[in-house]
């Protein structure tokens, strides 16, 4: 069995800084590819950042320059280093994971979410 679990959500007034964390843990092999999405009311989830096994990173236009994602593949945990925050940045953050299960499954996970709320 695998889980991610994130964590660091919350209200935070524009302008500030909020770092959210997803830790995966379980029958995990291997952890190849990993990302934070976010889904806000009645829009779709987008992908905000993501981070591959080497470390290269890529994000959405909109986060560029502001947000950070890093990774500690020794503790199978990935992180969202968010400045700068807007209104518009407000939504639930989602991690997720590509790996291979102990098992030798090769499949995608993710977690359940994390409220993050920016509002004076």
């Known amino acids: 069995q695998v889980q991610l679990v994130e964590s660091g959500g919350g209200l935070v007034q524009p302008g500030g800084s909020l770092r959210l964390s997803c830790a995966a843990s379980g029958s995990i092999s291997s952890i190849s590819n990993m990302g934070w999405y976010r889904q806000a009311p009645g829009q779709q989830r987008e992908l905000v950042a993501a981070i591959t096994g080497g470390g290269s990173t890529n994000y959405a236009d909109s986060v560029k320059g502001r947000f950070t994602i890093s990774r500690d593949n020794a503790k199978n945990t990935v992180y969202l280093q968010m400045d700068s925050l807007k209104p518009e940045d407000t939504a639930v953050y989602y991690c997720?994971?590509?790996?291979?299960?102990?098992?030798?499954?090769?499949?995608?996970?993710g977690g359940q979410g994390t409220q993050v709320t920016v509002s004076s």
């Open positions: 997720n994971a590509d790996l291979t299960t102990t098992w030798g499954a090769r499949t995608k996970y």
